[in-house]
């Protein structure tokens, strides 16, 4: 018998969403500006040194009597009928670029900052300055916003009447290749695309003729670009567009950060001298209506499903007219979109959208939200970003919001409009979470921002811009030198490391000088370098870009094998989407899972597809979708749990179970203070435990545990392994580390003494399985694997040789090489996050305090949970070898 | 744990036999033959690094070479054999000996000193013949065995060959152990590949299903010694 719930949800899924009403009704929506009410206040600085501070009169009157001078009288008439008024901030940007200046705009959601951004490009070219070429290029972290963006300009342009003057085009990985060309040719006015395809841009022959007219940049979610190696590709093509178009004007459009400056850099030309854009600010907006969702039911200790909560997320659903629910992983949001459709009685619309799926159905999917047919739908980071795709009245987060300034993000997608509070809910799935997500709140009450710090910019990134550079021209070592050090993040690169960079673009970087007849970069007799040949052009261009996917296998629905029962035929069903390929291993034939909103049978894998069928109605699936969040705790965030853990006095504004649990913990146990390390040991069923609450993050934790099981290793406490998570971590071995602990005083002080991270880290970093994934994504960003090829069919799986492999090799012979120096340097911040532990190593010294107990204490009970569900990370190969080798002699004995 | 383990290094593991000869797995991933004093080892693909330089202008590192034949040199100071045999595709394309560089040249000949080297011909070096010491075969027999590249069509008595790169992978408490091996049953054997920068095929592929229809014991190339595992206890990828 089929559930009927199961049929409403396919009905829903091949019938309800009108496919081409959505189209017009996303055409139509000017969504770039929202009605006047009122105000925001504004502000705005100019510091940057070069430049004289008598300009700071050029700006617009913050507020008061509407001034505008610089706007043409079809633009005013335009704000006019809609009975709207240029904001402040569009004013200023405006004046600024009208002064030649590049900008910053600091703004929240709903401040109509796109409109902001573009306005300037508008009022010129209907000026008519732009005597054609291309005028502005727009770039945003989502080719999706860009084709949005466009399709959102088409009112205004068509309201001032410049439609049959300015034309405005996309380019993103999906334009077909004769529209590329033909974009290079005969270039728009504006251009909206992606870093990838800047990249590419830049590279190009004809780069030099294409940007000479450019005038300005704008840069959405900048906050956004700037955290990754896509922003340090970003800023090495900006730092070229600056030589190319000398008085370009660079437009930052930005939500609040925490050190707005290291953005302001980011768009200006960091040589002769250091300099920083204008800032324009506009302040906060109507505070959000942000609650966390207590349902008087008792939270588990661990586990990230919020199950118990569930009943009440329906509820608000149904009270609400569209509701966004976040998630941290694509298997919550599986697991969360299924549980609130085994209770969707009223069978209301509510969809999934997270990156595994496949792209018609997210599409779909936008296309539902934004033409109002939607309830609710469940979403992972992937809705993070940009796109208003509908009027969201409410945003739920469940699980742990992990930092202050992701939370605010995504609250922000809720009721577009500043003025108007945005309304979400927290929703903790365990105890933890709940202290987490007081933080959180406390955190966006006082506004307080976690943004990440500007990065420094990677070498392996440098490695691809070098061989991109060669491609467009002949290039002169001194010239290029300046030029990658006017981008900020490059900005303090060394001679040597420039020019270990080139070496390594030509020959690989080598010692062993084995390949100077193969250079990919080959300099000639007028000291110019140029690229060896069209091949290597090639090569380069299709192998641009620094995001490197995870591997991934496609799912897809097999079709029962009629004439042989119990067996599929492997092709022909339908692709419901990708799953990671360390996930796929994990299946056995017969395996039920959570995908795209469905409970499926895994069939085997065929070729480089899983195979699937349709589970049986009703069934739970076997295989659990736990999985904690991807994202690390923010430090900020860790910094207050831990403060609230030893505070009682804050308690009361704890929900109740999670303050009995603290009591409980401190009878028990003890209770560290803000900058104490709590360790615990105990015995549990014949292993012996250490576990320790650090609240870094569970990255920095995994690194402490390889560390911590190899200095237990080395002082003969036999560690079989560890979990980690992100308050803690647990070590478990054969041998009582109370006993010894208490026998042997320093020894906890010695075990985590600071000078772990030498000589201990190095050797780890050697073997460890991180540290070669890290490498990987090194060696396939600088070039050395290549992704593609030309002549190959386009495939993330086309990684012929093992990295690892290589990564052993080169470490042995040549550790100083480029490109191990660049997986430290990413390990430091990124997997590993070094450098984290390290601050909390230095904060803990002399601070360790221990208590050797007779049982798991409550708050150990926590990352226990983990052991056996996160993968556990420990040494000794040879044992898990052994321990196989005594099954084949039990078999034997038998 | 009621099993005992050593893992202090020890070189060998306790003898199979095959056809009637003693076989021991070295920890270098060569196969000893103690009774006639022979090395056999598999797969060097030397070279590969220039090969890829020169053909797709990938820059792998130029150490490979340097590397197996260390890890050859170890074990034949060690073991000292009378002879050494080269298992096929030695090189990984017929112009690595030309570009062989100089001290990796000399410490061939270095090695070939002093005992009997037999280059069998493998499916990447069949066109190398000679320019680099040693002799030069398509098959070889050593008292019950025959030794050549690939794996003959039909099980044979006594076989012993490469060309698969076997690996096994043993996953256990959630975690994952992927190493090179010895894959035997009571007919044939198939060797790891020896090369520094040689990938591998997991034995619980259908390649492996049709050398060995009877199944096969692994012998796991760990960090301390070598491990016979099961079949049944191996993992795909």
Redesign the interface.
């Known amino acids: 018998m089929r559930d009927p719930r199961r049929r409403s949800r396919e009905q829903f899924e091949a019938a309800a969403i009108p496919r081409n009403r959505c189209a017009r009704y996303i055409g139509g929506v000017p969504k770039i500006s929202s009605p006047k009410i009122s105000f925001p206040e504004i502000s705005s600085s100019k510091t940057s040194s070069s430049k004289p501070a008598s300009r700071r009169a050029s700006l617009p009157e913050p507020s008061g009597s509407p001034q505008h001078p610089a706007l043409p009288a079809a633009f005013a008439a335009w704000f006019a009928e809609r009975g709207w008024a240029p904001r402040p901030h569009q004013l200023a940007l405006l004046a600024a670029a009208q002064a030649g200046r590049s900008a910053l705009l600091v703004a929240p959601t709903g401040a109509g900052k796109t409109l902001a951004g573009f306005l300037p490009t508008l009022v010129e070219l209907a000026e008519g300055s732009g005597k054609g070429g291309l005028h502005t290029l727009y770039i945003s972290p989502l080719k999706a916003l860009a084709v949005d963006i466009a399709r959102n300009l088409e009112a205004p342009v068509a309201g001032i009447g410049l439609e049959q003057r300015i034309r405005i085009e996309t380019r993103t990985g999906d334009t077909p290749s004769h529209k590329r060309s033909r974009q290079v040719a005969r270039p728009p006015h504006i251009l909206l695309t992606t870093p990838e395809q800047l990249a590419l841009l830049v590279a190009h022959r004809e780069a030099a003729d294409l940007f000479r007219g450019l005038k300005r940049v704008v840069l959405d979610e900048l906050h956004a670009l700037v955290t990754s190696k896509r922003g340090d590709l970003l800023s090495l093509g900006l730092a070229r567009l600056h030589r190319l178009a000398p008085g370009l004007a660079m437009t930052g459009l930005s939500a609040t950060v925490r050190e707005p400056d290291a953005l302001r850099r980011y768009l200006v030309p960091q040589v002769p001298q250091p300099a920083m854009a204008d800032l324009i600010t506009v302040q906060g907006g109507a505070r959000a209506d942000l609650r966390m969702l207590e349902t008087g039911r008792t939270l588990p200790l661990a586990g990230h499903t919020a199950w118990q909560s569930m009943p009440a997320v329906y509820d608000l659903i149904r009270q609400h007219k569209l509701v966004l629910v976040f998630v941290n992983t694509r298997l919550q949001a599986e697991y969360t979109f299924q549980e609130l459709w085994n209770l969707n009685d009223d069978g209301l619309p509510i969809a999934l959208h997270h990156g595994s799926l496949d792209a018609t159905q997210r599409r779909r999917v936008e296309a539902a939200m934004a033409a109002g047919v939607l309830r609710a739908v469940v979403c992972t980071a992937t809705l993070d970003l940009g796109i208003d795709w509908g009027d969201v009245d409410l945003v739920i987060n469940i699980g742990a919001p992990k930092g202050a300034s992701r939370i605010m993000q995504r609250i922000g997608r809720a009721n577009h409009r500043m003025d108007e509070p945005s309304k979400a809910y927290l929703v903790p799935a365990n105890r933890f979470e709940m202290l987490e997500c007081r933080a959180a709140l406390d955190a966006v009450e006082e506004a307080a921002q976690d943004t990440p710090d500007p990065r420094i910019g990677a070498l392996d990134v440098l490695a691809q811009h070098v061989l991109g550079m060669a491609c467009a021209g002949p290039f002169g070592e001194e010239d290029l030198y300046d030029e990658v050090r006017a981008a900020s993040p490059y900005a303090d690169l060394t001679r040597d490391d420039f020019l270990l960079v080139l070496d390594y673009v030509a020959?690989?970087g080598?010692a062993?000088r084995?390949?100077e007849r193969?250079a990919?970069i080959l300099r000639g007799p007028d000291g110019l370098w140029r690229v060896?040949d069209a091949?290597?052009a090639q090569?380069y261009r299709m192998n641009v870009g620094t995001i490197i996917e995870s591997t991934t296998v496609k799912v897809r629905l097999a079709r029962r094998n009629r004439t042989k029962p119990g067996s599929v035929l492997p092709a022909g069903g339908r692709v419901l989407g990708e799953i990671e390929e360390d996930f796929a291993?994990t299946l056995t034939v017969g395996d039920t899972f959570l995908f795209a909103g469905e409970i499926l049978r895994f069939e085997g894998l065929h070729e480089d597809e899983a195979l699937v069928t349709r589970g049986p109605p009703g069934s739970d699936p076997a295989i659990p979708s736990y999985a904690g969040s991807k994202f690390p705790l923010s430090t900020f965030l860790a910094a207050r749990v831990r403060a609230l853990i030893a505070d009682p006095f804050e308690w009361d504004r704890l929900p109740a179970q999670v303050a009995d649990y603290l009591v409980q913990q401190r009878r028990r146990s003890v209770l560290p203070g803000p900058r104490d390390l709590l360790v615990e040991t105990f015995p549990r069923a014949n292993r012996y435990y250490l576990a320790c609450f650090p609240f870094e993050g569970r990255l920095a934790h995994q690194t402490l545990g390889m560390l911590l099981t190899r200095r237990l290793e080395r002082a003969g406490m036999r560690p079989l392994?560890f979990a980690a998570n992100d308050y803690g971590l647990a070590v478990f071995g054969n041998r009582d580390l109370s006993e010894r602990i208490g026998r042997e005083p320093g020894f906890l002080d010695g075990l985590f003494a600071q000078d772990m991270l030498g000589d201990d880290l190095e050797e780890w970093l050697d073997e460890s399985a991180m540290m070669k994934r890290t490498f990987r994504q090194c060696a396939v960003i600088a070039?050395?694997?290549?992704r593609r090829?030309p002549g190959q069919r386009k495939t993330g799986r086309q990684v012929?040789?093992?990295t690892d492999?290589?990564y052993?090799?080169?470490r042995?012979?040549?550790p100083g090489?480029l490109l191990l120096r660049a997986a430290r340097q990413d390990a430091a911040t990124g997997l590993l996050d070094v450098a984290r532990l390290g601050v909390m190593l230095a904060r803990i010294q002399g601070r360790i305090i221990h208590k050797a107990l007779d049982r798991v204490s409550p708050l150990s009970v926590n990352v226990m949970l983990e052991i056996?569900r996160e993968?556990?990370?420990?040494e000794g190969?040879?044992?898990?070898?052994?321990?196989?080798?005594?099954?084949?002699?039990d078999?034997a004995l038998a | 744990m009621a099993l005992p383990l050593k893992l202090e290094k020890t070189h060998k593991t306790p003898g199979a036999t095959l056809a009637g000869e003693t076989l021991a797995f070295d920890l270098s991933g060569g196969l000893w033959l103690p009774e006639h004093r022979t090395l056999v080892v598999s797969d060097l693909h030397l070279e590969k690094g220039s090969a890829f330089a020169a053909r797709s202008g990938q820059f792998l590192p130029p150490y490979d070479t340097r590397e197996t034949l260390a890890s050859l040199h170890e074990a034949v100071a060690r073991l000292d054999p009378a002879r050494l045999v080269c298992l096929g595709d030695s090189f990984h394309d017929a112009q690595g000996p030309a570009r062989l560089d100089v001290a990796d040249r000399a410490l061939i000949a270095a090695l070939q000193d002093g005992r009997d080297w037999v280059w069998i011909s493998g499916n990447h070096d069949r066109a190398v013949q000679d320019g680099i010491g040693g002799c030069f075969a398509d098959t070889l027999t050593i008292g019950g065995l025959t030794l050549r590249h690939e794996p003959a069509a039909k099980p044979e008595i006594g076989e012993v060959a490469g060309h698969f790169h076997p690996v096994g992978k043993v996953a256990m408490r959630g975690r994952a152990v992927r190493r090179r091996c010895f894959v035997l049953d009571g007919t044939r054997l198939v060797m790891p590949a020896f090369g520094a920068l040689t990938g591998g095929l997991n034995v619980r592929s259908e390649t492996f299903d049709k050398l060995f229809p009877g199944g096969f014991t692994a012998h796991l190339i760990g960090d301390g010694r070598v491990f016979a595992i099961a079949r049944t206890m191996l993992t795909r990828d």
């Open positions: 020959t690989g080598y062993l084995a390949y193969f990919k060896r091949r290597t090569q291993e392994g070039g050395l694997i290549e090829h012929t040789i093992s492999l290589i052993d090799v080169l042995k012979h040549q090489h056996g993968r556990v990370y420990g190969a040879d044992e898990i070898l052994a321990e196989a080798e005594a099954a084949l002699l078999e």
